[in-house]
Structure formats: structure tokens, C-alpha cells
């Protein structure tokens, strides 16, 4: 892989919410997808320690479901995290297809899964978790779609009510943020009640042109709505992370893979 750079992004917490009595980053990653920087992704590691984060917030796709699916990269990293950070992990596109086809890839998912919680990562499949950072009380929720959300050409809606019937509701104090790979429905995420959204699988579009962003998603729609940036509705935000790796096509032009901090004041 090419090198990658790191994104910041500085989220302020309105007063509806307590924030936090002192700043702290959390580092936000996605769609890794086996990669590895550096033996090990040692340089990876070192660019997440260098951060000093509080929590680190993963958006799925960190492997690949391929005819013979690739995870060792994947899950030596979680090893590796886990020993200094609290890990916080959401299916993406490419872990439900390893679980929802067992004919084709076996227990490949139940291993996987198995493996990194092993070693301490909180996964994430339609629950939530509390943790508090500097005295603000902080609601992590996994949002795990099944495949029918990430079919090429077609898509099926999902709204704010099937969002509650998965997850519940935001509980009514704490700061919501939400874990869900999929960008496209961020409308309902905002209506739902998570107050940040982080997301990946668009890879930032592929290719990005000067002023009309990404060209491709996944599902071989031209520019799509939410690529990669900072985006807002009212005063719920989403982040979309550009992704750490690739597979398949591995295209991308004017579009490094990338590190998200997310710095909280």
C-alpha cells in the first residue's frame, strides 16, 4: 500500500450534552481491509500512539471476504490496540458477508470475531456501550446492516424506525455516537438521535475530482452524497473516513487512504 495521511477533524460538544472537562482525541478507523504499513502496520500503530487517543472507534471492513478471506493483518492490529486503548468495533460490508455466507467461507466469521474479542475488542452488532472520557458520559452503538444494504445498484431504505428496531433508542443523557459503515443513510442516523456518525465503505469515491469530490461507490453510483469529509444536519454531524486500504479494484486517484482524529472540546 501507499502511504497514508492523517485527517482532523475537531467535534465540539453543544450544551445539550456535558462535555468533556478536558480535550482528548479519539482515533477513527475503516476499511483497512488486511492492509498492513509497515511489518506489522507497525507504522500504523505508531501514528495512532503518536495521537495518544482516549478510545479508538473502528467502522468495519478491517478484512477482506475474498475466496480465501484475509484477516491475520486484522487481527494482529486488534492485538496490538488493545493492549493501551479501549477498541470499539462495528461489522462493515465485508465481515457480514464472511457471516452470511457460511456454505462459502465456513466459520471463517466466527473465528475472526472470536479472535479479536479474545484479545479485548468491544464488538459492536446492534448494542452500545457506555464509557466516560474526562467526565463526559459517551453512548458507542454498533449499527450492523445486513447485506441487502450493500447491493450494487440497488439499496434497501432504511429508516429511523428500523434504526430504534435494531438498536433501541439513544438513551436520553451522554453523548451519542454512533457506528454504522454505511454513509448513505445519514439522514436517518440524524433522526434516529446519535449525535456523530462515523462511517466508511466509500473509499472516498475512488477517484476525486477538483470541486466535485468522489466519482464511484461501491454500489457503481456516480458522485455520491456522502464520500469522505465532515458533514452536518441540524447539529448532528457524520464523519466518513476515506478508508485505510482497498481490494478488488484498487483505485484511487487524488484519494489517500487515511487516519481520522477526531479531536473533542
Known amino acids: ?60 471492513d478491517m478484512i477482506t471476504a475474498s475466496q480465501e478471506p484475509q484477516v491475520d ?14 477498541v470499539f468495533y462495528v461489522n462493515g460490508n465485508h465481515e457480514d458477508r464472511l457471516r452470511s455466507r457460511p456454505k462459502e ?35 458507542v452503538w454498533g ?17 429511523e424506525e428500523r434504526i430504534g428496531e435494531l438498536l433501541g433508542r439513544p438513551v436520553a443523557s451522554g453523548y451519542q455516537i454512533l457506528l454504522a459503515h454505511a454513509p448513505t443513510y445519514f439522514d436517518a442516523y440524524a433522526a434516529w438521535g446519535a449525535d456523530l456518525t462515523l462511517a466508511g465503505h466509500l473509499h472516498g469515491g475512488m477517484v476525486r ?24 444536519l441540524g447539529d448532528k454531524k457524520m464523519v466518513v473516513s476515506a478508508g485505510l486500504g482497498s481490494h478488488s479494484i484498487c483505485l484511487r486517484v487524488n484519494n489517500p487512504p487515511e487516519l481520522v482524529a477526531l479531536d473533542f472540546r
Not at 493483518?73 to 479501549?86: F, G, I, W
Not at 445486513?146 to 434497501?156: A, D, F, K, N, S
Open 1 to 60: 500500500m501507499s502511504d497514508f495521511k492523517i485527517t482532523r477533524y475537531r467535534i465540539r460538544v453543544d450544551g445539550k450534552q456535558r462535555g468533556p472537562e478536558e480535550p482528548f482525541t479519539a482515533v477513527f478507523l475503516a476499511d483497512l481491509h488486511n492492509c498492513s504499513y509497515g511489518e506489522d502496520n507497525s507504522r500504523l500503530l505508531q501514528e495512532i500512539r503518536n495521537e495518544n487517543p482516549a478510545i479508538v472507534l473502528i467502522a468495519g
Open 73 to 86: 493483518a486484522a487481527v494482529s492490529l486488534m492485538n496490538e490496540l488493545t493492549k493501551k486503548y479501549p
Open 105 to 139: 467461507y465456513g466459520d471463517a466469521y466466527e473465528k475472526y470475531t472470536e479472535a479479536i474479542q479474545s484479545c479485548g475488542v468491544h464488538f459492536l452488532t446492534n448494542a452500545s456501550e457506555q464509557i466516560e472520557i474526562h467526565r463526559m458520559p459517551i453512548h
Open 143 to 159: 449499527l450492523d446492516l445486513p447485506q441487502e444494504h450493500y447491493r450494487r445498484l440497488r439499496t434497501e431504505k432504511l429508516t
Open 209 to 232: 475530482l477538483p470541486g466535485l469530490g468522489g466519482m464511484f461507490s461501491p454500489q457503481l453510483r456516480l458522485f455520491p452524497k456522502y464520500d469522505k469529509g465532515l458533514y452536518t
